[in-house]
């Protein structure tokens, strides 16, 4: 497998800095994606496709590579039979489908670009063509034409997906959302693990001194305080108020919650086959927790809805030719040259993004846009990396890797 070492290359609308390389000649003309839509037909070609999964395999790279090594891509990391760059180029083709149609759907939330936004991305894409050397552009099939299209499109999605977030948030109510939070210790029956991880079961007398323990910390006037005088570890738990099932917790343990006020310690709760657990509610209304649970619900009323909107049209993919875009080239970054100035790039970049903050013709939805992180598989990356710098060519970086 073929080696690159890059420097990032800061985009304007995307929240991290990318590194881009690729090698392998495709029909970039060829019809990926054939797309019926009503009585409109619509493609997506080789070459765009291709464009965007080397562009999630390169962050994935940057953060993935050291910790699982250079044949990552052909390893099963899910443990469900197929490789990691298979997933992850299915990952790219449901992205593109919501990214269409998103855009399909501007017009539900009165979401267009403004000029300057238009001309923010323009700018965008010719500064990563500038900045990246011409072999690596070809390497990786970059067009500015493909630049542009991928930033449009996902800040069409950004603006799409939260305008219709917050308009089908408004059937939530505060009830749906209202999450009480507690911390709780555990004194765990189950037995005591050696170093090899051997258990061995314990004696009546040492689970009654558990049980004893529990009972100390559930009439102990600080519970913090008897917690750490006893070394047992305290969790902090969010449960939505009045739930009659939950996935993570025994519901004897939220049963107790529900009949404490804030700031009260339970009595001893015995779970069969784990041990003995004293709990103490910290919010009888956390809001943090509360605002979290809002909008889960509200990312899955979307899911909902796009999935309404995948059903209105017919997307076929020609997994034939899909199969010849490969991750056969690693991306790697190099250091931050010390001679580099990053006041001028940072300034440039931050121009840039201001314009792409700007108006909308519905400014409530572009306001909301910009402060949320977009949820897809980018989200383990896109918060690190935001400096620009230009990518250099791997003939030029022999030490690589």
């Known amino acids: 497998?073929?080696?690159?070492?890059?420097?990032?290359?800061?985009?304007?609308?995307?929240?991290?800095?990318?590194?881009?390389?690729?090698?392998?000649?495709?029909?970039?003309?060829?019809?990926?994606?054939?797309?019926?839509?009503?009585?409109?037909?619509?493609?997506i070609s080789l070459g765009y496709a291709n464009f965007a999964a080397r562009y999630q395999q390169s962050m994935y790279d940057q953060f993935l590579l050291?910790?699982?090594?250079?044949?990552?891509?052909?390893?099963?990391?899910?443990?469900?039979?197929?490789?990691?760059?298979?997933?992850?180029?299915?990952?790219?083709?449901?992205?593109?489908?919501?990214?269409?149609?998103a855009k399909c759907h501007t017009r539900d939330y009165k979401i267009k670009l403004s000029e300057d936004q238009e001309k923010a991305i323009d700018e965008a894409a010719k500064k990563?063509?500038?900045?990246?050397?011409?072999?690596?552009?070809?390497?990786?099939?970059?067009?500015?034409?493909?630049?542009?299209?991928?930033?449009?499109?996902?800040?069409?999605?950004?603006?799409?997906?939260?305008?219709?977030k917050e308009q089908l948030g408004a059937d939530i109510t505060e009830d749906d959302c209202w999450m009480r939070t507690f911390t709780y210790a555990v004194f765990e029956t189950t037995g005591k693990k050696d170093e090899e991880g051997n258990v061995t079961e314990y004696t009546e007398d040492e689970i009654a001194n558990l049980k004893k323990d529990a009972e100390e910390l559930a009439a102990?006037?600080?519970?913090?305080?008897?917690?750490?005088?006893?070394?047992?570890?305290?969790?902090?738990?969010?449960y939505l108020k009045g739930e009659t099932e939950d996935s993570t917790v025994d519901m004897s343990i939220i049963t107790a919650a529900e009949a404490l006020k804030e700031g009260e310690v339970s009595a001893v709760i015995e779970v069969d086959g784990v041990g003995y657990y004293v709990l103490k509610l910290d919010k009888d209304h956390d809001e943090d927790a509360s605002t979290n649970k809002k909008e889960s619900l509200e990312s899955e009323a979307f899911t909902k809805l796009m999935d309404k909107w995948k059903e209105s049209i017919t997307w076929k993919v020609d997994e034939e030719l899909w199969k010849e875009v490969k991750f056969d080239t690693l991306f790697k970054a190099v250091?931050?040259?010390?001679?580099?100035?990053?006041?001028?790039?940072?300034?440039?970049?931050?121009?840039?993004?201001?314009?792409?903050?700007?108006?909308?013709?519905?400014?409530s939805t572009e306001a909301e846009s910009e402060e949320k992180t977009e949820d897809k598989t980018e989200e383990k990356t896109e918060e690190s990396t935001e400096d620009s710098e230009q990518t250099e060519d791997a003939s030029e970086e022999s030490d690589a890797n």
């Open 335 to 363: 250091e931050k040259e010390e001679t580099e100035e990053p006041a001028e790039e940072t300034t440039t970049e931050e121009t840039t993004e201001k314009k792409t903050e700007e108006t909308t013709s519905e400014e």
């Open 128 to 164: 990563f063509m500038s900045d990246n050397s011409k072999e690596t552009i070809e390497a990786m099939g970059a067009t500015e034409e493909y630049v542009k299209q991928y930033l449009e499109s996902r800040t069409y999605y950004t603006y799409v997906s939260n305008a219709a």
């Open 66 to 101: 050291g910790y699982y090594g250079e044949d990552m891509w052909s390893q099963d990391m899910s443990g469900k039979g197929s490789t990691l760059e298979e997933e992850t180029k299915d990952g790219v083709l449901t992205e593109l489908e919501e990214q269409y149609l």
């Open 220 to 238: 102990a006037k600080d519970f913090t305080a008897q917690a750490e005088k006893l070394g047992v570890t305290t969790t902090p738990y969010s």
């Open 1 to 43: 497998m073929n080696n690159t070492r890059l420097k990032s290359a800061g985009i304007a609308a995307l929240s991290a800095a990318v590194l881009f390389t690729g090698c392998g000649k495709l029909d970039s003309d060829a019809t990926l994606v054939t797309i019926k839509n009503g009585d409109a037909t619509d493609t």
